[in-house]
């Protein structure tokens, strides 16, 4: 086991300690699930406590309590069994028949429940998920503005959590409108007359505003309706169109549209309501969650204002302040909800055909309902999803993830520009840089470092009050909203040893934009310089001095890399690797301070100070859902002493702790003879020898031994027609052992199925007779290795429905093979730095044909310098010089963004190593020797190698499958299909007039069905090639032609 050395850490003049430490980065979920656990099945038990038949003098059923029954498995059995990690749920339920007075209690299984693991993922079906939060309109009042007729009106959306959306606007008449559920629009009027207190004679008088009541009685005056009694008719009127009614019967339907148990605002809507007009914020207030006259007076003045200011906006619905997350806990209660509503409907049904004898609950309640949507979320949700497990980071950013798509989210296909761009707000909440690069660009984003979702679901983030330009340490949480209100500097302000702004003038963000303020008009500073940022983009060194469209690809690209067999921590890192490690929890963590005992491949064994010996397993070679490999190796040794919290074991993408994604690479940036043309890569066969990109790729292949119509399908090595040598490393029961070799083509589960019986011959009879089923016709289905796998066996599991382990229909085993390859780098694998640079490797050269220094030492990489001016990621430059530095002096450089290593300071560090200040040295050409004409900048340069292998791409084709309709080749290398020659292809063939080239492969190389087979049999024998046919895909056109009902026919020209 290689064990590489901590180097120490070496920080620059601009670099601060952050204000406040990083919080834990998946905290956010973790919280929302035990949230939910704790109060969320509460509520929603109480909400449908007690259900009562329709008549009311039955039944009565009531949900007493709940817990949780203990799971039977943990979450690396689930993983292993391909099960679900759950944990039942059963409820306590009260039944009292009313007409025999009898009350009956009873335990009722009520659902499996998927449990979280501690670092914030499901394991459903033995793989594991994420549910990612989502980013959503925040319930509501939003005050809107329209252009009509030249002038600008106001009105407002309430937007409630559950009922009816309510829409005020302003006329270019002077009048307000309302609309309910984007119905007919009608007079305000009479929604006040409808929500007013009974006996109010003229609701204009309700109004303490001159102008707003000027307009009402202008409303009045026009109003349809002259009475309440007529308010509730029109209202009802417009919600259901062409109905006859009565006032009484509109009045009971117009007052349950706004009731409470159809209309909530939320506790959320509520609060922001009345934290924006400064009405009372105590708790009874704030449980109020339904519409009152009063909230409808507030913002119908405020309507008026605004209608009569003349530069008054209107809210912004792009600012985060209008925005809130749904994380789990909130989204799974509504499922929740939903199947207890339809456990509801199923009783009461029942109630009503069960006889007066029945005094048990269990005869009443069936769960299947919740069991069914509970299921649905995992397994279908769009915002349940399959996690990334390329690296660690991967996980990580995963977690963090923010989506505006999913069930009542956006549309990718209908969202507009204005709600995918980065918007002042999202500053410390939201990363500016790390989103997708396809059409869900600015729709997935990531939550930033230093980022909290409050109870309301907004984001907030840290700040340090600062008081008449003294920086406090205390720390406070703002929201978008509230941030508002303040001047807030940037964390790179200078500032004294006592905590004092320097500077008189401090360039601050006044309401989200740029400004300058005195010093002791200060309100808050930043607490961090990377509090901006996400994780992934916080590690890619000097990001001030990347093109923000570069550092995107860095971020998303550091999540793409594979994890090397022998980790190594970048040489210039940014401070954020170790606290990034240990929140992904794939390290092994102390739990007791102690004395290391014992320690293998598979366990490590700490005795505690208390006596008492604590055993940690250890993980190898377990496959990710993106096929990596995640191992933990030991990071300590025997009887060392460790404190709780240190880092016993690190895993396939850490060192020494730290997040450690690539390689530092000795880097020259130069051309060479062309072979680095438009961003290829030319490595040192060094790289290959010393398995520095080296990674380990773990594939399965299932099989299933299925009950057919013809007979059970059976596994055996015994299998017709294959030589002995495809068959040695099969058991007898014809499964591969685990630590075979095995290639493509090669037998993983050998498998025979029965074949349609035919007529007997009286020999086949008599071989029947004699060797009983065995002679019986059977065909080959067994298992083999795709072409272009290959690898060593590391696991194999069987499950069968003998022991209970499958209950799919007709499937009496299913095995899965587990195959672990070792995979080098090679030509066509992509590599990448954490700038965006990347590019795919044309040339592996001998490490005596790369350029060398001057002191003999061989370049390992060369890049093109063609690709840094048009990039703009000048922080790849800066990396690679303050990199040669860091090797030869020995430390690992931290520059954080913002707060890194100056110009000046590289320039010093690398003359204290001995290098030019220039950063650029002479280099010698290894094929003839002679120095290159100019020096060249040379370096150690973080690189990765990203998940785009090319062992997953080469494909080729020589006698394949055809398409049916045009008899074509088919595309593409899971279909085994060849290349096309388009139709830009036909064009170029065309520009250059290659007539007889062109007709060929427009035919015989294509679909012309006889004249590929002519001309096979005409090279064979050494004729001439006949004359082509018409190809299929033209007969496909006349077919098309004469299906719309054109007559065509074809004649042979003269």
Not at 301 to 328: C, M, Q, W
Not at 475 to 492: G, P
Not at 767 to 792: C, N, P
Not at 817 to 833: I, T
Request: net charge neutral; glycine share 8%.
């Amino acid at each position: 086991m290689t064990k590489t050395i901590k180097r120490e850490q070496k920080h620059f003049k601009k670099y601060n300690e952050s204000r406040v430490e990083l919080p834990n980065l998946v905290e956010a979920q973790l919280l929302s699930y035990q949230a939910f656990v704790d109060k969320g099945i509460a509520e929603v038990l109480s909400e449908f406590t007690p259900i009562e038949d329709y008549s009311g003098k039955k039944f009565k059923i009531e949900f007493l309590d709940y817990e949780f029954i203990k799971p039977d498995t943990n979450e690396f059995e689930a993983k292993s069994n391909k099960q679900n990690y759950q944990a039942g749920i059963k409820a306590k339920v009260k039944l009292t028949n009313k007409i025999l007075k009898i009350e009956k209690e009873q335990e009722i299984f009520l659902t499996d429940f998927p449990m979280m693991t501690e670092h914030g993922t499901f394991i459903i079906n033995g793989v594991e998920r994420v549910v990612v939060p989502q980013l959503a309109r925040s319930f509501g009042m939003f005050f809107t503005m329209q252009e009509l007729k030249g002038g600008r009106y106001f009105g407002v959306k309430i937007l409630p959590a559950r009922g009816s959306w309510i829409e005020m606007d302003t006329e270019p008449d002077g009048m307000i409108y309302v609309k309910i559920d984007r119905k007919r629009k009608f007079l305000v009027s009479s929604l006040l007359r409808v929500l007013a207190p009974e006996g109010t004679e003229n609701v204009a008088d309700l109004f303490k505003d001159k102008a707003t009541k000027e307009i009402i009685e202008k409303c009045i005056k026009h109003d349809p309706a002259k009475n309440r009694g007529d308010s509730f008719i029109e209202i009802h009127k417009r919600l259901r169109d062409g109905e006859l009614t009565t006032a009484s019967h509109a009045e009971v339907f117009v007052n349950s549209v706004f009731s409470e148990e159809r209309y909530d605002l939320h506790k959320v809507g509520r609060h922001y309501f009345n934290q924006r007009f400064d009405k009372p914020m105590d708790k009874k207030e704030l449980e109020r969650t339904t519409l009152s006259i009063d909230d409808l007076i507030t913002s119908i003045e405020y309507i008026v204002s605004l209608n009569n200011t003349p530069n008054a906006l209107p809210d912004d619905i792009d600012h985060l302040g209008s925005r809130r997350l749904k994380y789990f806990g909130e989204m799974i209660q509504q499922k929740f909800r939903v199947g207890m509503f339809q456990i509801q409907r199923n009783i009461q049904d029942r109630m009503s055909i069960i006889g007066v004898d029945a005094t048990l609950p269990m005869q009443f309640v069936s769960p299947r309902p919740l069991q069914a949507r509970i299921k649905e979320f995992f397994t279908t949700n769009q915002l349940s999803q399959f996690m990334l497990q390329d690296n660690i980071l991967a996980e990580l950013e995963h977690l963090r993830t923010v989506s505006a798509l999913g069930p009542g989210g956006l549309v990718r296909e209908r969202a507009s520009i204005e709600v995918r761009d980065v918007h002042p707000s999202h500053y410390g909440r939201l990363c500016p840089i790390q989103t997708p690069e396809g059409q869900n660009i600015g729709l997935i984003l990531r939550l930033a470092n230093y980022a909290k979702v409050n109870d309301f679901g907004m984001i907030e983030t840290p700040y340090a009050k600062v008081v008449k330009g003294q920086v406090t340490k205390e720390i406070a949480f703002l929201n978008a909203a509230d941030e508002q209100r303040y001047n807030i500097a940037d964390a790179t302000v200078e500032i004294d040893a006592n905590g004092k702004i320097k500077d008189k003038l401090v360039e601050v963000r006044i309401a989200g934009n740029p400004g300058m303020v005195g010093k002791d008009k200060v309100d808050y500073i930043d607490v961090s310089s990377k509090q901006a940022f996400s994780v992934a983009t916080s590690m890619i060194p000097f990001l001030n001095h990347d093109d923000a469209n570069r550092a995107l690809m860095g971020s998303n690209m550091q999540k793409q890399s594979v994890p090397c067999i022998n980790p190594d921590a970048p040489l210039v890192a940014t401070g954020i690797e170790e606290r990034a490690a240990r929140a992904t929890g794939r390290m092994v963590l102390a739990k007791e301070s102690g004395v290391v005992t014992a320690m293998d491949a598979n366990m490590i064994k700490v005795k505690g100070n208390d006596g008492k010996e604590i055993e940690y397993p250890l993980i190898s070679f377990m496959r990710t859902n993106n096929f990596s490999a995640l191992s933990q190796r030991p990071s300590v040794d025997l009887n060392q002493k460790v404190k709780k919290g240190d880092i016993l074991a690190d895993c396939s993408s850490t060192d020494n702790g730290q997040i450690s994604l690539g390689q530092n690479i000795l880097i020259a940036f130069m051309s060479w003879y062309g072979a680095n043309y438009e961003d290829a890569i030319i490595i040192s066969d060094r790289l290959v020898k010393e398995d520095k990109f080296t990674s380990i790729q773990v594939e399965e292949f299932m099989e299933d031994v299925r009950d057919t119509k013809l007979g059970e399908e059976v596994t055996t090595h015994d299998i017709p027609n294959v030589g002995e040598g495809k068959l040695k490393n099969l058991d007898e029961d014809g499964i591969i052992r685990v630590g075979a070799e095995v290639f493509p083509g090669d037998i993983l589960v050998g498998k025979i199925t029965p074949k349609g019986e035919t007529q007997l011959t009286p020999e086949e009879r008599l071989l029947r007779s004699i060797f009983g089923e065995k002679a019986q016709d059977v065909k080959d289905t067994s298992l083999r290795v795709k072409g272009g796998k290959r690898g060593f066996v590391i696991g194999v599991k069987v499950f069968s429905r003998d022991k209970g382990e499958i209950n799919e229909p007709g499937v009496i085993k299913r095995i899965y093979v587990e195959v672990a390859q070792l995979r080098n780098v090679s030509v066509g694998d992509k590599l990448a730095g954490r700038h965006g640079n990347k590019g795919v490797i044309s040339r592996v050269l001998p490490r005596e044909d790369m350029p060398y220094m001057a002191d003999g030492t061989p370049i390992d990489i060369i890049l093109t310098p063609l690709g840094v001016p048009s990039r703009m990621n000048l922080g790849q430059i800066l990396e690679l010089h303050l990199g040669m530095a860091a090797k030869k002096l020995n430390y690992q450089a931290v520059v954080p963004p913002f707060a890194g290593a100056t110009e000046e300071e590289i320039k010093d560090e690398l003359e204290k190593a001995g290098y030019s200040r220039s950063g650029t040295m002479p280099l010698y050409d290894g094929l003839t020797g002679e120095k290159f004409n100019q020096d060249i900048a040379v370096g150690y340069m973080y690189m990765l190698k990203l998940h785009h292998m090319v062992d997953d791409k080469m494909h080729s084709r020589s006698i394949g499958p055809y398409s049916l309709i045009n008899q074509q080749p088919l595309g593409g290398k899971a279909q085994r299909g060849g290349q096309r020659f388009g139709e830009m292809e036909v064009w170029a063939l065309l520009g250059h007039g290659t007539a007889h080239i062109l007709r060929e492969v427009l035919t015989i190389k294509s679909d012309d069905i006889i004249g590929r087979s002519a001309a096979f049999d005409a090279i064979v024998k050494g004729n001439e090639i006949p004359e082509p046919n018409l190809p299929a895909s033209f007969k496909v056109l006349l077919k098309n032609l004469r299906g719309l009902a054109l007559d065509i026919d074809l004649k042979k020209s003269k």
